[in-house]
């Protein structure tokens, strides 16, 4: 789908690996639900499962925050809000959306 795709790539553009986390060789995966309202701004925003280590989990927090607005829930869609359980992962090789 390519509004999730645009989605994905916009919130990878701008989150940052905390340096500190990088450098001691930290690393995790967390999820986090949230909510995106019709007219593209977040809603809801749910920290569901953390990676353990509270830098990883704000700095994807603060990366998801960082990226609003979005785009506008597509008409034909039918919804009001868009509701999506992203796992954000960070690994020794760098970070991702899954």
């Given at each position: 789908?390519?509004?999730?795709?645009?989605?994905?790539?916009?919130?990878?553009?701008?989150?940052?690996?905390p340096?500190?986390?990088?450098?001691?060789?930290?690393?995790?995966?967390?999820?986090?639900?949230?909510?995106?309202?019709?007219?593209?701004?977040?809603g809801?925003?749910?920290?569901?499962?953390?990676?353990?280590?509270?830098?990883?989990?704000?700095?994807?927090?603060?990366?998801?925050?960082?990226?609003?607005?979005?785009?506008?829930?597509?008409?034909?869609?039918g919804?009001?809000?868009?509701?999506?359980?992203?796992?954000?992962?960070?690994?020794?090789?760098?970070?991702?959306?899954?």
């Amino acid at each position: 789908m390519l509004y999730n795709k645009r989605l994905k790539e916009k919130i990878e553009s701008i989150w940052v690996y905390p340096p500190d986390a990088a450098a001691q060789g930290i690393y995790g995966d967390l999820v986090i639900r949230f909510t995106i309202k019709k007219n593209g701004r977040l809603g809801a925003v749910e920290l569901v499962r953390t990676s353990g280590h509270k830098s990883l989990d704000d700095a994807a927090m603060k990366a998801l925050k960082g990226g609003e607005p979005y785009w506008p829930i597509p008409d034909n869609w039918g919804m009001e809000a868009y509701t999506i359980q992203g796992h954000f992962v960070y690994t020794l090789y760098g970070f991702y959306v899954r």
